[in-house]
């Protein structure tokens, strides 16, 4: 199953503080790895080369594809990211 969450008002590093933050939470409610559920999170924001929504949405797709790949990760700029601060 996959979601897609837009929000005009966030920048990219904002958004992928809240993918590493919904990982830590779910992995910490004991959802990750466990029973086959595995959560990856691709993050793109717009930026000045997308001339559409759908280049916005296909740089998202890559993203969460490369995630899905490594598993129960969070993927933004091409490079796999790892939380910076313990979620509270």
């Known amino acids: 199953m996959s ?3 837009c929000d ?3 920048d990219a590093e904002a958004a992928t503080e809240l993918a590493l933050d919904l990982a830590a939470a779910a992995g910490g409610a004991g959802l990750g790895g466990k029973a086959g559920v595995t959560l990856s999170f691709g993050v793109a924001a717009l ?9 916005l949405m296909a740089r998202a797709d890559v993203e969460l594809y490369r995630a899905k790949r490594t598993r129960d ?5 091409g490079r ?4 910076q601060r313990a979620v509270a």
């Open 3 to 5: 979601s897609l969450c």
């Open 8 to 10: 005009p008002d966030t």
């Open 47 to 55: 930026g000045d080369h997308d001339a559409t929504a759908a280049e």
């Open 73 to 77: 990760s969070v993927w933004a700029d």
């Open 80 to 83: 796999r990211r790892h939380a």
